[in-house]
Nanobody, 123 residues
Framework: VHLVASGGGSVQSGGSLRLSCAVS????????MAWFRQRPGKEREGVAM???????GYTDSVKGRFTISQDYSENMLYLQMNSLMPDDTAMYYC??????????????????WGQGTQVTVSS
């Protein structure tokens, strides 16, 4: 499975961005898809997950603002980010696991990673 993330950029506080992740290769092996982020000076953290049955999960700080979705016909994973805040500034990564989502946002559970796309939110 090969992942390529895109869509990052600079936006003012309160703005929106949509991140995209192109999924290729043995896509049938990807049961759990997720977005992680690494904020400046912090460890990488899970943001949103999408299981193969359509169930989604979010970390508390983005609930109600971010939406994860997948277009299976186009093999694309998305992260719609609304009401962005400066604290959302980070490098965002898409990831895929060959296992069902455990909802623990544990990095070690993910087998494939995109290269990251930078999101910068100014106040």
């Amino acid at each position: 499975v090969h992942l390529v993330a895109s869509g990052g950029g600079s936006v003012q506080s309160g703005g929106s961005l949509r991140l995209s992740c192109a999924v290729s290769g043995k896509t049938h092996n990807a049961y759990c898809m997720a977005w992680f982020r690494q904020r400046p000076g912090k460890e990488r953290e899970g943001v949103a997950m999408l299981d193969s049955d359509g169930t989604t999960g979010y970390t508390d700080s983005v609930k109600g603002r971010f939406t994860i979705s997948q277009d299976y016909s186009e093999n694309m994973l998305y992260l719609q980010m609304n009401s962005l805040m400066p604290d959302d500034t980070a490098m965002y990564y898409c990831a895929a696991s060959t296992r069902l989502c455990s909802w623990a946002f544990a990095e070690y559970e993910f087998d494939y990673w995109g290269q990251g796309t930078q999101v910068t939110v100014s106040s």
